[in-house]
């Protein structure tokens, strides 16, 4: 069975950065994607953005562009979330998901996710 | 963006009895690229249906899935002790990937 491990929680200063890693099996890069999602408290599930280790692509949410960061080290099979700038509202769940490749958007992408990490709780509070 | 409005947001069920959940996509989603997942408290969410109606190795066939266009369903034929969770559809035929905001399947 699959796992994903993801790196433990964090507190945060607002204005400050997080990073936070997920472990992926050996070989899920030649085939997957990895994306990021996460859920603040009483809130959807949000995708914030995923990454294409193989072709080397990142796709980000408008809504994060500018202030987040994702990239995989082939060598360890190892995903990382860089969100900076952080404020309240980032206090979330943060989860990362192996992600099945198509031509869903007309050209390669990022389809549906699984299976997931544990999710990380990033808690921004000054 | 494609905003998915899920609907209703809590069904009160009896074990034994099916669940019809709706997903409805404020535009056409190509493709019926819809997924949908079962996620319970602090644990990590579970993909139940991709593709709006193919089901992963290891789902029990009690969930199905169906829809196109801007409306998709999912339904539970029989509601088993461990199927009561939060559910959420997503898409992935448009950017940015979008979820709904959940439907709760609560115990009556």
């Known amino acids: 069975q699959v796992h994903l491990v993801q790196s433990g929680a964090e507190v945060k200063k607002p204005g400050s950065s997080v990073r936070v890693s997920c472990k992926a099996p050996?070989?899920?890069?030649?085939?997957?994607?990895i994306s990021w999602v996460r859920q603040a408290p009483g809130q959807r599930l949000e995708w914030m953005g995923g990454i294409m280790p193989l072709y080397r692509t990142t796709h980000y949410s408008p809504k994060f562009q500018g202030r987040v960061t994702i990239t995989a080290d082939d060598s360890t099979t190892t995903a990382y979330l860089e969100l900076s700038g952080l404020r309240s509202e980032d206090t979330a769940v943060y989860y990362c998901?192996?992600?099945?490749?198509?031509?869903?958007?007309?050209?390669?992408?990022?389809?549906?996710?699984?299976?997931w990490g544990q999710g990380t709780l990033v808690t921004v509070s000054s | 963006e494609i905003v998915l409005t899920q609907s209703p947001g809590t069904l009160s069920l009896f074990p034994g009895e099916g669940a019809t959940l709706s997903c409805r996509a404020s535009?056409?989603?190509?493709?019926?690229?819809v997924a949908w997942y079962q996620h319970k408290p602090g644990q990590a969410p579970r993909l139940l249906i991709y593709g709006a109606f193919s089901r992963p190795t290891g789902i029990p066939d009690r969930f199905s899935g169906s829809g196109s266009g801007t409306d998709f369903t999912l339904t539970i034929s029989r509601l088993e002790p461990e199927d009561f969770a939060v559910y959420y559809c997503?898409?992935?035929?448009?950017?940015?990937?979008?979820f709904g905001g959940g439907t709760k399947v609560e115990i009556k």
């Open positions: 535009e056409s989603v190509t493709s019926s690229y």
């Open positions: 998901a192996r992600s099945f490749l198509g031509a869903f958007l007309g050209k390669l992408s990022l389809g549906w996710f699984d299976p």
């Open positions: 997503q898409q992935y035929g448009s950017s940015p990937l979008t």
């Open positions: 050996g070989g899920t890069f030649n085939t997957y994607g």
